[in-house]
């Protein structure tokens, strides 16, 4: 295996990742663990598939949707019909991502310093709860993904963390000190917070078939909406 496959592995085909896994299998340990490591943050299709371990993704419209959306990810309405996985490509696995990147001793350059911090919004926080316990599920019980990345995930988080719970958000380990959580769930028209600044905010069920059934309702969504772009950092 070359020194730079991991960089040009977005050039892989699907039917190329089992030759892939085979030649990281015969790798020195420490150097299969920095190479796995790098396509955890470079690689949607690899860290949702094979480290998430989801099987349901050996289809190729996910592959080239994981492929799609991580070549132009920000500033999109993505419109997927329902169980296309549009959820767990982008809010659940996007957002593991961008932490994993952005955090630890050598985050990518891409990120330029920054420790983001996100907020999930939904029409209403209980819906925007549901994508943070995916989330916040996977990185405490991910073996896996605890051994790749010590510097950015705790062990035990539900006794380590400054914060891990649903109501406040949950907190990697960072350098710097924001007094937004790593990621929170709001809602839009019910639950909106006050005084907080996201770096990414990522919107998911912001609209739901009760919300649209009257001109008011939907002027209702349209300014929560509105008034939710305060929430950022810029």
């Keep these: 295996m070359s020194q730079d496959l991991s960089l040009s592995i977005i050039k892989l085909h699907q039917s190329q990742y089992p030759k892939l896994l085979d030649s990281l299998a015969a790798l020195p340990e420490s150097r299969q663990q920095s190479i796995t490591r790098n396509l955890c943050r470079t690689d949607l299709y690899f860290l949702i598939r094979y480290i998430f371990g989801r099987e349901d993704f050996d289809h190729p419209w996910l592959f080239a949707r994981c492929r799609e959306v991580q070549k132009s ?107 937004e959580s790593t990621v929170e769930a709001w809602g839009l028209v019910d639950g909106q917070p006050t005084g907080a600044h996201f770096f990414c905010r990522v919107y998911d069920d912001v609209v739901t078939k009760a919300s649209v059934t009257t001109p008011e309702m939907i002027s209702k969504t349209t300014e929560a909406w509105e008034l939710s772009d305060n929430l950022g950092m810029e």
């Design 73 to 179: 990810p920000n500033d999109h309405l993505d419109l997927w019909a329902r169980e296309h996985r549009k959820s767990t490509i982008i809010t659940y696995g996007l957002t593991i991502q961008d932490i994993l990147a952005s955090h630890g001793e050598d985050p990518l350059p891409v990120w330029k310093g920054v420790e983001p911090t996100f907020g999930i919004f939904s029409h209403t926080r209980p819906i925007a709860k549901k994508f943070l316990s995916q989330i916040k599920t996977e990185l405490e019980n991910n073996r896996v993904l605890k051994e790749l990345f010590p510097d950015v995930l705790w062990q035990d988080p539900r006794k380590d963390a400054p914060s891990w719970s649903l109501d406040s958000g949950i907190v990697v380990k960072r350098q710097s000190n924001p007094k």
